[in-house]
């Protein structure tokens, strides 16, 4: 699966209503490439929240069946 997400020089952006902010990986806005379109929109509001340097990513995610999570008892 590819989604795509904004990034900036020192994290990733969450674009929430007219105001974004730089947070981790697990708190990003991320999109699937359907929503590609909007990004012009995003890239505007990001732009007048002062962030520069901003990228497209792609990420690539897999889905591991094999992955075992055991919980401590």
């Known amino acids: ?3 795509y997400a904004l990034k900036c020089p020192d994290g990733y952006l969450k674009v929430s209503g007219n ?3 730089c947070v981790e990986l697990e708190q990003a806005s991320v999109f699937p490439r359907e929503k590609l379109s909007c990004f012009p929109d995003y890239i505007n509001i ?3 929240s002062g962030f ?3 990228r497209v990513v ?3 995610v897999k ?3 094999d992955f ?6």
């Open 68 to 73: 075992i999570y055991n919980q401590a008892d």
């Open 63 to 65: 889905e591991n069946e």
């Open 52 to 54: 520069v340097k901003i």
């Open 1 to 3: 699966m590819k989604l």
């Open 46 to 48: 990001v732009g007048k």
């Open 58 to 60: 792609e990420l690539i």
């Open 19 to 21: 105001s974004c902010c």
